[in-house]
């Protein structure tokens, strides 16, 4: 497996966000961290993890809005949709479902396969340890065995430039599964472990509490060090830019 670091990472906590930051502000801040990376600014990785205050569908960079979402369904309960800079399919963010993400400078960006490795599997087994026996399936999803079948706790996306990688995704802890089947459509492309189900067979809660999976993510990535500040100019302008624009969401 190939490493990410042979430093160790930042902890950068939700203390020293404002108590009121957005849904498309969480997401900017990824993107801005992302380009202190790319830019050189950015020596050592920085992990984080975040939760929407209120639910929120978030589209994938290639994400067709109405072949994934219904549209009807958002509008009329009054959810926003955004979409993020990473690839991969659509997901609802919300209270009980913990956003994680690492942000990680590279001389040279290994292969898609190494990097996916690299994060999902000692996020996997850092989890484990935390209480629920996890494992990685497909390309990127994160999952737990019940009567046989897995079931999804974790969908994750990455985004590669020249000398950085941001990779994040979702983890399931005590979300209302109810919402995913109300909000989207069933994928138009699906790993082959899902056999088809439908959103509630296929999803389940780890049911962990964000205490114990904010340190499962520190200790995966060996987040030692603390970060207490986090580019705001670069955050508010991609926010203003792109996050908030219907032109950004709305162009696929």
């Not at 975040?50 to 589209?59: E, F, H, I, K, T």
């Not at 995704?169 to 899902?194: I, N």
Request: net charge positive; proline share 6%.
């Amino acid at each position: 497996m190939t490493k990410i670091t042979g430093r160790d990472a930042q902890w950068l906590d939700e203390s020293a966000f404002p108590p009121l930051i957005t849904a498309a502000e969480q997401l900017a801040v990824d993107e801005a961290i992302l380009d202190e990376a790319e830019s050189g600014l950015l020596k050592n990785p920085v992990v984080r993890t975040w939760q929407a205050a209120a639910p929120v569908v978030v589209l994938g960079s290639s994400s067709e809005l109405l072949k994934e979402v219904n549209y009807d369904a958002c509008a009329r309960l009054n959810i926003p949709v955004l979409r993020r800079p990473s690839g991969g399919a659509t997901v609802i963010l919300g209270p009980g479902c913990v956003m994680w993400s690492i942000i990680t400078p590279f001389q040279d960006v290994p292969p898609l396969e190494a990097i996916h490795a690299s994060m999902l599997d000692p996020l996997a087994a850092a989890l484990s340890a935390a209480g629920r026996k996890v494992i990685r399936e497909g390309t990127s999803d994160l999952v737990v065995r019940g009567a046989g079948r897995a079931k999804k706790i974790s969908g994750n996306a990455l985004r590669v430039r020249r000398q950085s990688v941001l990779y994040h995704g979702t983890l399931l802890d005590e979300f209302p599964l109810e919402l995913v089947g109300q909000l989207l459509r069933h994928p138009p492309r699906e790993p082959e472990y899902r056999h088809q189900r439908i959103h509630s067979e296929f999803l389940t809660n780890l049911s962990l509490g964000r205490e114990k999976i904010d340190k499962a993510v520190r200790k995966a990535f060996s987040a030692n060090g603390n970060r207490t500040t986090w580019p705001q100019s670069r955050t508010h302008q991609l926010v203003k830019s792109r996050y908030e624009k219907n032109s950004w969401t709305e162009r696929l």
